[in-house]
T-cell receptor, first 113, second 113 residues
Framework: KAGVTQTPRYLIKTRGQQVTLSCSPI?????VSWYQQTPGQGLQFLFE???????NKGNFPGRFSGRQFSNSRSEMNVSTLELGDSALYLC????????????FGPGTRLTVL | GENVEQHPSTLSVQEGDSAVIKCTYS??????FPWYKQELGKGPQLIID?????GEKKDQRIAVTLNKTAKHFSLHITETQPEDSAVYFC????????????FGKGTKLTVNP
């Protein structure tokens, strides 16, 4: 069974631009969660989608948004990029039950110049 | 919300020795505790997890123990090998908060040949 895939793997943007990242979950998984990983803050939860609905949201500004499609694929968008948004963005999928095992993708490395 | 503390931040052992990483959590309602291994340039990989109705779980050279009364859990790696070198993260689910998983800051394990 194929794992979680994320595209693109690397991105370079400039301040003020916006960016869209994509995640395809493991086949059969209906929940997709997004995390931001930085050296200073570690792994921080952004949001979770289940059946096209946002189920949980972490403590991030409204510039960070996401959505999920009927095939469970998910996208996250960051508008008006800031230097501090440079990070590894990780997507994780699970069946969707509470406290289900999450499987992570390889991440998208975003650099904001 | 949940808070997870992880110690030590770095750990260096000789090949064949054991390694122990400890985590504490704050939310007594948490009941799912996974451990992830992250190698350079890759996403976190689940190596073992434990749920609150179990005190200990073992998988070959890896074991996890959970003490719900003291709110701490530990990862034990025996007979360490150079390929065990990586960053290890503990996490806890957040029953009372909005986050899916709350992660510790990570432990960089180095196994010297």
């Amino acid at each position: 069974k194929a794992g979680v895939t994320q595209t693109p793997r690397y991105l370079i943007k400039t301040r003020g631009q916006q960016v869209t990242l994509s995640c395809s979950p493991i086949s059969g998984h209906r929940s997709v969660s997004w995390y931001q990983q930085t050296p200073g803050q570690g792994l921080q939860f952004l949001f979770e989608y289940f059946s096209e609905t946002q189920r949980n949201k972490g403590n991030f500004p409204g510039r960070f948004s996401g959505r999920q499609f009927s095939n469970s694929r998910s996208e996250m968008n960051v508008s008006t990029l800031e230097l501090g948004d440079s990070a590894l963005y990780l997507c994780a999928s699970s069946f969707g039950l509470v406290s289900d095992t999450q499987y992570f993708g390889p991440g998208t490395r975003l650099t904001v110049l | 919300g949940e808070n997870v503390e992880q110690h030590p931040s770095t750990l260096s052992v000789q090949e064949g020795d054991s390694a122990v990483i400890k985590c504490t959590y704050s939310d007594s309602a948490s009941n799912y505790f996974p451990w992830y291994k992250q190698e350079l340039g890759k996403g976190p990989q689940l190596i073992i997890d434990i749920r609150s109705n179990v005190g200990e779980k073992k998988d070959q050279r890896i074991a996890v123990t959970l003490n719900k009364t003291a709110k701490h859990f530990s990862l034990h790696i025996t007979e360490t090998q150079p390929e065990d070198s990586a960053v290890y993260f503990c996490a806890a689910d957040s029953q009372g908060g909005s986050e899916k998983l709350v992660f510790g800051k990570g432990t960089k394990l180095t196994v010297n040949p």
